[in-house]
């Protein structure tokens, strides 16, 4: 059973950074890409992930984020990261964490319970 944890949300001022954690349990993160994904007060969760790391290692920003936010993992704690940096209120939201396989009609998508960022004075 795939479970995946969000946690590190919480307030901050404009400016300011958080990390937020992502631990995966029923996979592992060195075989699976994972994702973060923004939901902003009152809008849907946004369909293109804020970063993702591929199972290569590799990672990917959204234009948004870039320059700003990193993602990482840690293989041994089967964790993933995203360090946030120069945050700004557009950031406020909850943020998801997720992981999936297959395309199309098959795809098959882990997601979190979410973690809550404030950016606000």
């Known amino acids: 059973q795939v479970q995946l944890v969000e946690s590190g949300g919480g307030l901050v001022q404009p400016g300011g950074s958080l990390r937020l954690s992502c631990v995966a349990s029923g996979l592992n993160v060195s075989n699976y890409g994972i994702n973060w994904y923004h939901q902003a007060p009152g809008k849907e969760r946004e369909r293109e992930p804020r970063?993702?790391?591929?199972?290569?290692?590799?990672?990917n920003y959204h234009d948004a984020v870039r320059g700003r936010f990193t993602i990482s993992r840690d293989i041994i704690k089967n964790t993933v990261y995203l360090q946030m940096n120069k945050l700004e209120p557009e950031a406020t939201g909850v943020y998801y964490c997720?992981?999936?396989?297959?395309?199309?009609?098959?795809?098959?998508?882990?997601w979190g319970q979410g973690t809550q960022v404030i950016v606000s004075s």
């Open positions: 997720n992981s999936h396989y297959g395309r199309g009609v098959g795809r098959v998508d882990y």
């Open positions: 970063s993702e790391i591929y199972s290569s290692g590799a990672t």
